[in-house]
């Protein structure tokens, strides 16, 4: 399969920082990214799908002047977490998708990120 | 009711054991069915892919599908003790759009 890298791949930071975490398709072109939020023994939440060149759609409930996505180029997307609250630190996982075939969406090793 | 419910375990048995796992569904829509493994702190691997009903199978692997029970199935013959990590099941309705994960099924295999 395809590679995805994430960037960083663990970060610590202060309450009221933004973190940049950034997502990368290392051997393809990904028009579609997905980023996945999960937290400890539950399942992977979509967040936001983002289209290259396009504003990213986000699932109801995740604040989107919050998570702040970018898809600028057909390799990379990121995800800024602003002003970030202890009760934002997860696992960040992103994937990216090329053709539309649904098992041709290759995820990311995730983020994780700790607010204290 | 969640879209996808699977039993999270944990689930131990020893090597050489076959393993079930299962996830069932509720919406109808949903026709593209996959297994994804994750070990810890990393992000999921692709193990099988089913489109619509049926089996499939892989080495050691088999999905099976049975849409009209929404229910899912992964099974692992000969199991093996780096088969031990998280199994999860996910599904969408449509290709090209984000899958639906179950919580995942963590299995250790002891040798």
């Known amino acids: 399969g395809a590679v995805v890298s994430q960037h960083p791949s663990w970060v610590i930071c202060k309450s009221g920082t933004s973190v940049k975490i950034e997502c990368r398709s290392l051997?393809?072109?990904?028009?579609?990214m997905f980023w996945y939020r999960q937290f400890p023994k539950q399942s992977l939440m979509l967040m936001a799908t983002?289209?290259?060149?396009?504003?990213?759609?986000?699932e109801q409930g995740v604040e989107k002047d919050k998570f702040l996505i970018n898809h600028a180029s057909l390799t990379l997307s990121t995800l800024t977490v602003t002003s970030a609250h202890p009760e934002d630190s997860s696992f960040y996982i992103c994937?990216?998708?090329?053709?539309?075939?649904?098992?041709?969406?290759?995820f990311g090793p995730g983020t994780r990120l700790t607010v204290l | 009711q969640k879209e996808v419910e699977q039993d999270p375990g944990p689930l131990s048995v020893p090597e050489g054991a076959i393993v079930s796992l299962n996830c069932t569904y509720s919406?109808?829509?949903?026709?593209?069915f996959m297994w994804y493994r994750q070990y810890s702190r990393k992000g999921p691997e692709l193990l099988m892919y089913?489109?619509?009903?049926g089996n499939k199978e892989d080495g050691r692997f088999t999905a099976q599908v049975d849409k009209s029970s929404k229910y899912i199935s992964l099974f692992i013959r000969d199991s093996q003790p780096s088969d031990s990590a998280t199994y999860l099941c996910?599904?969408?309705?449509?290709?090209?759009?984000?899958?639906?994960f179950g919580k995942g099924t963590t299995l250790s295999v002891s040798s």
């Open positions: 996910a599904m969408s309705g449509q290709a090209g759009t984000a899958l639906i």
């Open positions: 919406n109808s829509a949903f026709q593209y």
């Open positions: 983002s289209n290259e060149g396009s504003k990213a759609t986000y």
């Open positions: 089913t489109y619509s009903s």
């Open positions: 994937s990216g998708m090329t053709s539309g075939r649904a098992d041709e969406q290759f």
């Open positions: 051997d393809f072109q990904a028009t579609t």
